[in-house]
């Protein structure tokens, strides 16, 4: 859904219905000195905005509701699919050094690693691939398995959660990002099937400036 950019008009509309609400369409379409048939789709789309409600025999009044709060609403009902990116996963038994190769290459600060049946098994950031390659131990031979994040102490979340939700964990957690996650039967019971990350975040972000959210 689009954030609505309002009118002009329908900024006065809003304002009438503020100082003598409730009011009819009628009566709102006499102070402004035009048909009712000209305003319904201004009305129609106030109210399916959330500025005002109607009520049959009653007419319309303020929400009390400013484009802030509209806008609030409307970041409360995007999910984490909308802007989930594709995971970067690696096996158990990948060596810290191929690991750094591919989050090099992959351009990404967070690999998911899995097991043999492709469940999540752990989490690997950047921190600790640099913690992992100053030990003085060869990272050719040092698994990730060795220094990831295991169960169940890795935060993760499910497609249709609040984007704003996974927001706060990136923050609280301080961390780059988190995988998305859906159950499965076998090996961890997590099949991974995207991330989210602090780029997704900044996407969105970019998207709200632009009045494009969908």
Do not use: W
Not at 10 to 15: E, K, T, V
Not at 84 to 113: H, K, N, W
Not at 118 to 132: C, E, F, I, M, P
Not at 146 to 173: F, G
């Amino acid at each position: 859904m689009s954030l609505i950019e309002l009118s002009k008009r329908q900024h006065l509309i809003i304002d009438i219905v503020k100082e003598n609400g409730p009011i009819t369409g009628e009566h709102i379409a006499e102070h402004l000195s035009l048909t009712r048939a000209t305003l319904r789709p201004d009305l129609a789309i106030l109210t399916m905005a959330g500025f005002l409600d109607a009520r049959p025999r009653v007419g319309y009044f303020y929400t009390g509701k400013s484009d802030a709060t509209v806008l609030s609403d409307e970041i409360q009902k995007i999910k984490v699919h909308h802007y989930q990116s594709r995971p970067i996963l690696v096996e158990q038994s990948t060596s810290v050094y191929e690991a750094i190769c591919t989050m090099f290459l992959e351009d990404c600060g967070t690999l998911f690693i899995v097991d043999k049946q492709s469940t999540l098994v752990g989490v690997v950031s950047r921190k600790d691939l640099l913690r992992a390659s100053m030990g003085g131990q060869s990272i050719d031979t040092v698994p990730v398995s060795i220094i990831m994040t295991r169960m169940p102490n890795i935060t993760m979340c499910e497609k249709d959660d609040s984007i704003i939700e996974v927001a706060q964990k990136l923050i609280s957690r301080q961390i780059d990002g988190l995988p998305i996650v859906k159950k499965v039967e076998n090996g961890s019971g997590y099949e991974v099937i995207g991330r989210i990350t602090k780029t997704n975040m900044t996407s969105l972000l970019v998207d709200l400036s632009s009045n494009d959210i969908n």
